[in-house]
């Protein structure tokens, strides 16, 4: 269990905005000194309140030029047509990211290709072949104003 406090919630926000910031610069932001710092951002970790760290990448630098939403509806509510589906999705690296939802469909996928015609290939051989798949439903990002995924 995590130390719920406005001291934590500052060092959080603070790690958001930059998981690379020193503990010197860290402690002075949050208003402690460096060593209980380090100790409090090291509970964090311990206690699971801190998963990891990352890049944020410039995708289209990748040759990632198209976004895709994609909702998928399963034609079976069972267990294991998701376990296999969810296993398919895992061999996909067009998807970054998979969440199953509520509502009217089971799936929530992110989907980043080089083009449109990559995103099409991927959308019929792939979710396309898929047995569990009953349907596809596809929204493409035109723009993201606001995107706080590290």
Do not use: W
């Amino acid at each position: 269990m995590i130390k719920n406090d406005p001291i934590n919630d500052r060092i959080l926000r603070c790690l958001l905005a930059d998981g690379r910031i020193s503990n010197l610069d860290l402690a002075e932001k949050v208003g402690l000194s460096p060593s209980a710092c380090l100790r409090r951002v090291q509970e964090l970790e311990r206690n699971g309140a801190i998963k990891g760290y990352r890049a944020v990448l410039d995708r289209s630098i990748q040759g990632i030029g198209f976004v895709a939403y994609v909702t998928v509806g399963l034609n079976q509510h069972t267990k294991a047509a998701q376990e296999a589906f969810e296993r398919a999705i895992t061999e996909s690296p067009e998807v970054v990211e998979c969440h199953n939802i509520t509502g009217a469909v089971e799936y929530l996928l992110r989907v980043e290709a080089a083009d449109l015609k990559s995103y099409k290939s991927f959308h019929t051989d792939v979710l396309g072949t898929l047995p569990q798949v009953h349907s596809i439903t596809s929204y493409v990002v035109m723009g993201s104003p606001k995107d706080e995924r590290a």
